[in-house]
Every structure is written in C-alpha cells, then in structure tokens.
C-alpha cells in the first residue's frame, strides 16, 4: 500500500508549510491518520493525529498552536498545515494510516506508511 507524502521543502523560521498526503481509498475511509516526523539521530515521533472523520484530532506538545491536521475524505488525503515554523521542527514527515479509526500516538497504531517529505527550517 502507498502513502504519498508531499509538499516538503526549504523555507525560513517563522515561514509556513503544508503537507499532503493521499492515500488508496480503501485504506483512507476509515481508518485514523497521523503525521509522524524523524530528525537526523533522533526517534521517529508523533506529531498529529485525527479520526476517520476528521472530528478528533491531537497533536504533540511541540507543535500544539501551531500545526493543524485535516482530512478530505472525498479525496482520500489528510493535510497538515504548519504555522510559524521552528529549526527544531526539522525533520522528515511522514504520513501513516492507523490500524483503528481514531488517532493515536503510538507508532505501533499505525500500519501503512508514506515515504517520508522533508522539512527544513533555517534561523
């Protein structure tokens, strides 16, 4: 199953982005998704997640206020717009697709994932 993240790139602290990530409907409709993000030696972590509906989100401390994920369940992808961008939010994103409907923080809740779409924040 493919998950296709995009809309990574270069941009300066305080810039904006946002993510896509489209994913094969059968797998999209009713399973929650997250965005997770790995920095150079560091763990993959959990950045934002919602339900199959779109209703339910949750984010990490980190990026609470300022990241917002979305879904258009009509076009099978979820969204994640980030605001006033940080060099520590560095990184490259990936998108996944839960086991479950809603969303979760565990990477271990997740099956399928996106090939990843880099981040970077310059000062």
């Known amino acids: 199953v493919q998950l296709q993240a995009s809309g990574g790139g270069l941009v300066q602290a305080g810039d904006s982005l946002r993510l896509s990530c489209a994913a094969p409907?059968?797998?999209?409709?009713?399973?929650?998704m997250g965005w997770f993000r790995q920095a150079p030696g560091k763990e993959r972590e959990f950045v934002a997640g919602i339900d199959w509906r779109g209703g339910v989100t949750s984010y990490s401390d980190s990026v609470k206020g300022r990241f917002t994920i979305s879904r258009d369940n009509v076009k099978n992808t979820v969204y994640l717009q980030m605001d006033s961008l940080k060099p520590e939010d560095t990184a490259t994103y990936y998108c996944?697709?839960?086991?479950?409907?809603?969303?979760?923080?565990?990477?271990?809740?997740?099956?399928?994932w996106g090939q990843g779409t880099q981040v970077t924040v310059s000062s």
């Open positions: 996944a697709a839960a086991l479950r409907s809603v969303p979760s923080s565990s990477r271990s809740s997740y099956r399928y």
């Open positions: 409907g059968r797998i999209f409709s009713n399973n929650g």
